[in-house]
């Protein structure tokens, strides 16, 4: 039972922690497969400043002494004050149900970073005054060119240092107004890009701590740095609502690297007027939307370097103006995760080549390059070809997502863009002296890069692939926020998107740390009436704008509970515990009746049924209307707040969001269902997030149902929902008696369905159930992407129902499983995993010839709630024995249905009578 995993605030081994109290957290791996039960009895953190005091078992900064206790999450350090810069070298020694004693294997380590504003001792730099000049830029779904600001091209910054004898720890923080890539003597610093990340920048600035020792030389070294726009001066916004240089009008730098001698001394550089810069680098322009071009001729060679010859460059300009709020990242950074190599190349037209990358992406691509001085090479992206075999741009709208290259003649070199990225599966490149072979360009995916933590498979590969197109989507859609999408003018972090998605991409991956900081940026944009904004961060200054939308707004509670229920991560609750209880009493203040009347805005339940555009679709009605939208999440909210109440040990708010939420409830049923169990709009939707959200009593609930499924059969037994409610339809019908019409739609191949568009060649989800149908072509060329992850949701559905592995809030982080599958549809197997923040669950199961085995593994210190499905709960076997016989099974309960079993850790094989 070996403690693994070991992990800072979410993290393995961080550098720059500004926590006060660090919370640390472990893992379980079982090596023996045939123990059961086995449990943490007590655990002892030891942390020292030196990994030889620590293999000594000697905590000089804190030894927890030996505690009987089974906590082994979010632990938080109690030993002597940090300060800043100070390394940690921690392990954990544990003690099972036997008394036996295991320790941690790993090295683990953490780094404190700057604690105190006055720690910082580096100014923010740039150049004094960058003026900008206008270009015309076409908005391809309009058919009209967009006046735009386009910034200087991208400056370049060093100064020289000297060290004074060996260094023993070279650590540098960095971040920017804007982004930045730094480097040190000659050599790039990190495998992270797009730093900082995206923020309200006047709420917070992210910096970025890098490990440098081994790039530090002896004598003479040199720092250097290239600022570029990012979401700080660059294009920003949805649709025709551009927003550019919105938080500032400059790109600045702030570096400070913390040296520590051999000898114990220190010595600090930092960005001060000692820098020196270059206005005139060789990218000559850089945005996220619109793409970078980069002229080789004017690079400037070893300008990274001791012996550059630096005196042409100019000063840099101090900003002593500048104040902006700086804290340490937290959360995982955006790296690259995978390379993916073309898997054909066609010439649609003389001197036009297209490269299919054979997966919908967001990232960029890296090019073998070589021609003449002066040579131009395009590189345009896109997510789909048209008809005749060339690149489809209209979804884009003014997104250009072109990259430049001018080349030097200087001979081959391979390159790709420093500070912006595209969403594409098809890249389009021209300017070439001779076709390419398909092996010049490969495509780098990047995301942010929490570990992925699900797995899934089926009997049904169309359904494998629907998983890996949700996990694709989610790591498309995930770079500083969860945004819509990755490819048009948009990439926004729609909150209403976030909410709905957020349990699936919580089993995909481990997103706690990610999702904490979008609840800050959540919390960051509320406005002082209590609303949260439809999109965080949120470049308007009005709260009224894109703010307060039923479905949309409410991702401040849901969020959080979800991000809470699967990490256990209550800190996060407690933060953002105000601004939720300021979001409630806004909506009951101005809707007092419990009827949420008085929004901001309301997409309803997003892109449904009646904005589908096929000949063979029915076309009966499928809106939910928009105060019935509201209401129930007025409800929803309420009913979550209490339960965080309860959580955070706040009971009279408890109480009274509980009486709030039970009078919404009544106000819904009120206001908007018929005697005979009809609710105002009679829709897929309307049942499906009535009956999701518990908001009928119990005696209308099964003509609810009914009317469900009399819409279904309305629309010849297909969807009609959209990106909010499909998920809880889904959800519902197997949760209510009917999972076999919720696997017949899952597994449809009609129109509209998910596998419709794998049928069609889909390697992400997209964000219209007709984005493009065979016969009619594109749907509606302003809001069309292929690589968005609402109707994706239904991932959840796959790991709660197929597999049957849930959450339970009463033990969050999956202290506890419940773990009940039910089998339906074509689906003869079906194995999975989830590595939840104890240890691995994972669960198989096989129907065949009258029989139904299910093998399900448990992690050490966990429990879980088997349920075996079974109409002969008596015929149950655990390892081909009565359950009564079995070591760790703690408890029986049998009913109509099946067997529900408590068990402990370990791993266990059930069969029964199939019941089907």
């Known amino acids: 039972m070996r403690p693994v995993d070991v992990r800072v605030e979410h993290l393995t081994n961080p550098l720059g922690i500004d926590v006060a109290q660090p919370r640390l957290s472990w893992r379980y791996e079982r090596a023996d497969k045939t ?33 009987k206790s089974d906590a082994s999450t979010h632990i938080a350090y109690a030993g002597q004050a940090l300060e800043s810069h100070q390394w940690c070298y921690w392990k954990v020694i544990v003690w099972d149900e036997t008394g036996t004693r295991y320790t941690s294997g790993e090295s683990a380590w953490w780094q404190m970073g700057l604690l105190h504003p006055e720690d910082w001792q580096a100014a923010w730099i740039g150049a004094e005054h960058e003026p900008t000049r206008s270009i015309q830029v076409l908005d391809e779904a309009r058919n009209e060119r967009i006046e735009v600001q386009q910034s200087p091209p991208c400056p370049l910054l060093r100064r020289c240092f000297c060290t004074r004898g060996p260094v023993r720890s070279a650590v540098m923080y960095s971040t920017a107004l804007g982004e930045y890539e730094v480097r040190l003597n000659g050599q790039r610093v990190g495998d992270r890009y797009l730093t900082p990340e995206w923020t309200d920048y006047d709420r917070r600035v992210l910096y970025q701590a890098y490990e440098v020792t081994d790039l530090i030389q002896p004598g003479d070294n040199a720092l250097g740095a290239q600022l570029a726009d990012g979401w700080y001066l660059g294009l920003l916004g949805p649709g025709d609502r551009l927003r550019q240089r919105y938080y500032g009008s400059a790109r600045r730098f702030r570096c400070q690297l913390h040296l520590e001698y051999a000898d114990g001394t220190t010595d600090t550089v930092g960005t001060d007027s000692a820098w020196k810069l270059c206005p005139d680098g060789p990218i000559r322009c850089s945005d996220h939307f619109l793409g970078e071009t980069v002229d080789f001729r004017l690079e400037r060679p070893g300008w990274d370097c001791p012996d550059y010859d630096d005196s042409d460059w100019q000063p840099v300009y101090v900003d002593e103006a500048m104040d902006a709020p700086v804290t340490a990242q937290r959360h995982e950074p955006i790296q690259i995760f995978a390379t993916l190599e073309p898997v054909s190349v066609t010439e649609p037209e003389p001197g036009v080549f297209i490269f299919d990358m054979g997966q919908n992406l967001a990232g960029w691509c890296e090019i073998e390059l070589d021609g003449p001085a002066g040579t131009e090479v395009r590189l345009r992206h896109g997510e789909m070809l048209e008809l005749d075999g060339t690149l489809h741009t209209e979804n884009l709208r003014l997104a250009t997502q072109t990259d430049t290259y001018i080349l030097d003649g200087r001979g081959s070199r391979t390159v790709h863009p420093r500070f912006t990225f595209h969403g594409f599966q098809y890249v389009e490149v021209t300017g070439l002296p001779q076709a390419p072979p398909a092996e010049c360009l490969v495509a780098r995916a990047f995301s942010n890069n929490p570990p992925v933590t699900g797995s899934f498979n089926c009997s049904n590969p169309p359904l494998e692939q629907l998983w890996r197109n ?73 709260e009224h704008e894109f703010s307060f939308g039923p479905g949309w707004a409410d991702a401040g509670i849901i969020v959080p509970w979800h991000t809470y229920v699967a990490s256990g991560d209550i800190r996060l609750l407690a933060e953002h515990y105000d601004a939720m209880r300021r979001y409630v009493d806004c909506i009951r203040a101005r809707n007092p009746d419990g009827v949420w009347r008085d929004w901001g805005s309301n997409y309803g339940d997003w892109l449904n049924g009646d904005t589908l555009i096929a000949e063979d679709y029915p076309a009966t009605g499928a809106s939910i209307p928009k105060p019935v939208f509201a209401t129930a999440f007025f409800a929803l909210s309420a009913s979550l707040l209490a339960r965080i109440a309860t959580v955070l040990r706040q009971p009279g708010d408890a109480a009274r969001y509980t009486d709030l939420a039970a009078q919404v409830r009544a106000a819904f049923v009120r206001e908007f269902v018929a005697a005979d169990g009809t609710i105002e709009g009679d829709t897929q939707s309307t049942y499906a997030i009535a009956l999701g959200f518990d908001l009928l009593p119990p005696s209308m609930q099964p003509a609810a149902v009914a009317r469900l499924i009399d819409r279904i059969e309305a629309y010849d037994r297909r969807l009609s929902t959209g990106f909010i409610s499909t998920i809880h339809m889904i959800r519902e019908l197997s949760r209510r008696g009917h999972n076999e019409l919720a696997c017949e739609l899952v597994e449809s191949h009609r129109f509209p369905s998910w596998l419709y568009t794998i049928d069609q060649g889909a390697t992400t989800v997209w964000e219209r159930w007709d984005g493009y149908v065979k016969g009619r072509g594109f749907q509606n060329k302003g809001m069309n992407s292929f690589n968005h992850y609402s ?10 129902v197929v597999l049957g592995l849930e959450f339970d809030p009463a033990a969050p982080g999956m202290k506890h499983a419940i773990i009940r599958p039910r089998p339906g549809g074509s689906l003869t197997w079906a194995r999975g995993s989830y590595r939840s923040q104890h240890g691995l669950f994972a669960v198989a199961w096989t129907r065949q010839a009258g029989s139904f085995t299910l093998d399900v593994d448990v992690p050490p210190n966990t429990s ?13 076997r655990e390892g081909g024995e009565g359950l009564c016989d079995r070591r760790g099974i703690e408890s029986v309960m049998a009913d109509a249905h099946g067997v529900t079993v408590d068990v402990l850790s370990g791993s266990y094989r059930f069969s029964a009578p199939s019941t089907s």
């Open 35 to 67: 123990r059961r039960g086995q449990r943490q009895s007590a655990y002892r953190i030891l942390v020292a400043t030196s990994q030889t005091g620590l293999d000594q078992d000697t905590g000089d900064l804190w030894d927890s002494g030996r505690l």
């Open 864 to 876: 879980a709630t088997v349920s075996v499905p079974t109409t002969e709960p008596d015929a149950v």
């Open 791 to 800: 109707i994706g949701a239904v991932g959840e559905w796959l790991y709660t």
């Open 470 to 542: 949700i996990l694709w989507t989610q790591r498309g859609n995930m770079h500083a926020i969860p945004t819509d999408c990755p490819q048009r003018n948009e990439r926004m972090g729609w909150t209403g998107d976030a909410q709905v998605f957020a349990r699936t991409a919580l089993f995909n991956m481990d997103m706690a740390a990610f999702f904490a900081k979008y609840t800050t940026d959540m919390r960051d944009a509320q406005g002082a009436s209590g609303a949260f904004t439809d999109f965080a961060p949120h470049p308007f200054r009005s």
